[in-house]
Antibody, heavy 118, light 110 residues
Framework: EVQLLESGGGLVQPGGSLRLSCKAS????????MSWVRQAPGMGLEWVST??????FYADSVKGRFTISRDNSKNTLYLQMNSLRADDTAVYYC?????????????WGQGTLVTVSS | QTVVTQEPSFSVSPGGTVTLTCGLS?????????PSWYHQTPGQAPRTLIY???TRSSGVPDRFSGSILGNKAALTITGAQADDESDYYC??????????FGGGTKLTVL
């Protein structure tokens, strides 16, 4: 069974930094692309970033501020978030992508809440 | 900037059929966008329903089906049940590693 467990969320001041982690289990981690998706309070879902064998990709809203990475030896996905703004406040979900060439989110974690506020 | 459009809300009677759509602010949706569909109830993580236009995710009942209708992707629910009441999101792959979510459709079953 695929399990994705996010951690690292919390309260941070505007301009601050935070690193999210996503511990994966139940599948061969290094065989799959992984993504981060977020959801601001009361709002819809927003794709944030994907890491695959083709590289790293970001939504315009986070480009230059967020960095996605992975440690395949630890089955862990990361999201380094810098220069945080109030509109980055959201639940951040880790998502496993489907097989190469299918471009969808196959499995989801339960999310971790990031609050950017002074 | 690409905008993926969905109906903000929709209502269906129990046992009825409803089709939710997913379009583009400019242009047509095709299978090359690899449309996928998800549903989410308040306070819960999303769950995957449909991918690559019409493939049901594991465990998803065949009441849910995906297709291309005209210039949009579509999710059809037949025999709607009370627990289908949920928010439904589509995602389109825009190429170059970029995925875009629609704004979501709030489905009411009453």
């Amino acid at each position: 069974e695929v399990q994705l467990l996010e951690s690292g969320g919390g309260l941070v001041q505007p301009g601050g930094s935070l690193r999210l982690s996503c511990k994966a289990s139940g599948f061969t981690f290094n065989n799959y692309a992984m993504s981060w998706v977020r959801q601001a309070p009361g709002m819809g879902l927003e794709w944030v970033s994907t890491i695959s064998t083709a590289g790293t990709f970001y939504a315009d809203s986070v480009k230059g501020r967020f960095t996605i990475s992975r440690d395949n030896s630890k089955n862990t996905l990361y999201l380094q978030m810098n220069s945080l703004r109030a509109d980055d406040t959201a639940v951040y979900y880790c998502a496993k992508r489907g097989l190469r060439g299918t471009y969808y989110f196959d499995s989801w974690g339960q999310g971790t809440l990031v609050t950017v506020s002074s | 900037q690409t905008v993926v459009t969905q109906e903000p809300s929709f209502s269906v009677s129990p046992g009825g059929t409803v089709t939710l759509t997913c379009g583009l602010s400019s242009g047509s949706v095709s299978t090359s966008h690899f449309p996928s569909w998800y549903h989410q109830t308040p306070g819960q993580a999303p769950r995957t329903l449909i991918y690559t236009t019409s493939t049901r995710s594991s465990g998803v009942p065949d009441r849910f089906s995906g297709s291309i209708l005209g210039n949009k992707a579509a999710l059809t629910i037949t025999g709607a049940q009370a627990d289908d009441e949920s928010d439904y999101y589509c995602v389109l792959y825009m190429g170059s590693g970029i995925s875009v979510f629609g704004g979501g459709t709030k489905l009411t079953v009453l």
